[in-house]
């Protein structure tokens, strides 16, 4: 399992993703840059991780949607690769077209930092496949671009496709998203998009290590 | 080849919440702008640009808010204005 961490001009999550990637998989990441135009052949997952690429420049996650790199990303998923966007990654997988919908402004115009209640709606990603559907668990999130919004017809396929992975449980959604949404699949489900941040619960000194499942997901996954 | 000088404005589509029009509306009518109903935000933006002809130019300038300056799922464009440039500009 080798999993590839790409680092855009503005991420400032990366460190924090490769450091429970590692922790889970004992094994470092490669650290991909955006102007790469192909990621390493020994690839086996993407993660595209948080922070303000191109200083949210345009719209969140816009610019380095297209940026080189990205070519790659989206051949990579489109065969079936697993990958992860959380928070700023997850609005660029958005912005690639590997996601419906769009991430706007917080409903409060707040940033938003501080932990969130998560329930497992759909466990077919490869990311959360040793949680059990109807799972709640406490995940922080930090953003102020998280509201989740979608057209009427877009958000019934989601759900009758089983596609929202993650929805903001206890009257916890931070952001206004629709239907409490907090991370959606592609159609082939490889492909997961989340606001919250993981990989910040998953290390010893953190105060939670229940988002090493993700990544420990990842890795049954891939046995 | 023809310079042109193009005025695009992106505005958000009808019904998709708009928080900082929202907190601009409230903040007029904390200034005692009563009248005020609503601000919708958007963004402006000018394109300079080189075309064989202002068909051309308006393909291209439709394209790229397709495929970047615009998010259809959320936003509206509209090609304002095309303006034919005299020379070059930087």
């Given at each position: 399992?080798t999993?590839?961490?790409?680092?855009?001009?503005?991420?400032?999550?990366?460190?924090?993703m490769?450091?429970?990637?590692a922790?889970?998989?004992?094994?470092?990441?490669?650290?991909?840059?955006h102007?790469?135009?192909?990621?390493?052949?020994?690839?086996?997952?993407?993660?595209?991780?948080?922070?303000?690429s191109?200083?949210?420049?345009l719209?969140?996650?816009?610019?380095?949607?297209?940026?080189?790199?990205?070519?790659?990303?989206i051949?990579?998923?489109?065969?079936?690769?697993?990958?992860?966007?959380?928070?700023?990654?997850?609005q660029?997988?958005?912005?690639?077209?590997?996601?419906?919908?769009?991430?706007?402004?917080n409903?409060?115009?707040?940033?938003?930092?501080?932990?969130?209640?998560?329930?497992?709606?759909?466990?077919?990603?490869?990311?959360?496949?040793?949680?059990?559907v109807?799972?709640t668990?406490?995940?922080?999130?930090?953003?102020?671009?998280g509201?989740?919004?979608?057209?009427?017809?877009?958000?019934?396929?989601?759900?009758?496709e089983?596609?929202?992975?993650?929805?903001?449980?206890?009257?916890?959604?931070?952001?206004?998203?629709?239907?409490?949404?907090?991370?959606?699949?592609?159609?082939?489900?490889?492909?997961?998009?989340?606001m919250?941040?993981?990989?910040?619960?998953t290390?010893?000194?953190?105060?939670?290590?229940?988002?090493?499942?993700?990544?420990?997901?990842?890795?049954?996954?891939?046995? | 080849?023809?310079?042109?000088?193009?005025?695009?404005?992106?505005?958000?589509?009808?019904?998709?919440?708009?928080?900082?029009g929202?907190?601009s509306?409230?903040?007029?009518?904390?200034?005692?702008?009563?009248?005020?109903q609503?601000?919708?935000?958007?963004?402006?933006?000018?394109?300079?640009?080189s075309?064989?002809?202002?068909t051309?130019?308006?393909?291209?300038?439709?394209?790229?808010c397709e495929?970047?300056?615009?998010?259809?799922?959320?936003?509206?464009?509209?090609?304002k204005?095309?303006?034919?440039?005299?020379?070059?500009?930087?």
């Amino acid at each position: 399992m080798t999993v590839a961490v790409v680092l855009f001009p503005g991420s400032n999550r990366d460190q924090d993703m490769i450091d429970a990637v590692a922790h889970v998989t004992r094994r470092a990441p490669n650290t991909v840059w955006h102007a790469d135009t192909a990621l390493p052949a020994s690839t086996s997952a993407v993660v595209l991780p948080g922070g303000f690429s191109y200083g949210d420049y345009l719209r969140c996650g816009a610019i380095a949607a297209r940026a080189p790199v990205m070519t790659d990303v989206i051949k990579a998923a489109n065969d079936g690769m697993p990958v992860l966007g959380v928070c700023n990654g997850f609005q660029i997988l958005i912005e690639a077209g590997l996601l419906p919908g769009a991430l706007m402004r917080n409903a409060s115009l707040q940033f938003v930092c501080k932990t969130v209640d998560l329930t497992v709606q759909s466990n077919s990603s490869p990311f959360l496949g040793t949680f059990a559907v109807g799972d709640t668990w406490t995940c922080p999130v930090a953003h102020g671009d998280g509201n989740y919004v979608c057209g009427e017809d877009a958000l019934k396929e989601l759900q009758d496709e089983g596609r929202i992975a993650l929805s903001y449980a206890n009257e916890s959604n931070p952001n206004g998203s629709v239907a409490d949404i907090a991370g959606i699949t592609n159609r082939a489900g490889n492909v997961l998009g989340m606001m919250p941040h993981p990989e910040n619960f998953t290390l010893p000194h953190q105060p939670s290590q229940i988002g090493a499942r993700m990544f420990e997901s990842l890795l049954s996954h891939a046995a | 080849m023809q310079h042109f000088s193009a005025r695009l404005i992106i505005t958000l589509k009808n019904g998709v919440l708009d928080p900082q029009g929202q907190a601009s509306t409230g903040a007029l009518k904390g200034l005692g702008f009563g009248s005020v109903q609503s601000v919708r935000q958007g963004k402006v933006m000018d394109v300079v640009l080189s075309a064989a002809d202002e068909t051309g130019a308006r393909a291209d300038l439709t394209a790229m808010c397709e495929k970047l300056l615009a998010n259809t799922v959320i936003e509206n464009y509209e090609i304002k204005t095309v303006d034919q440039m005299e020379t070059a500009s930087a």
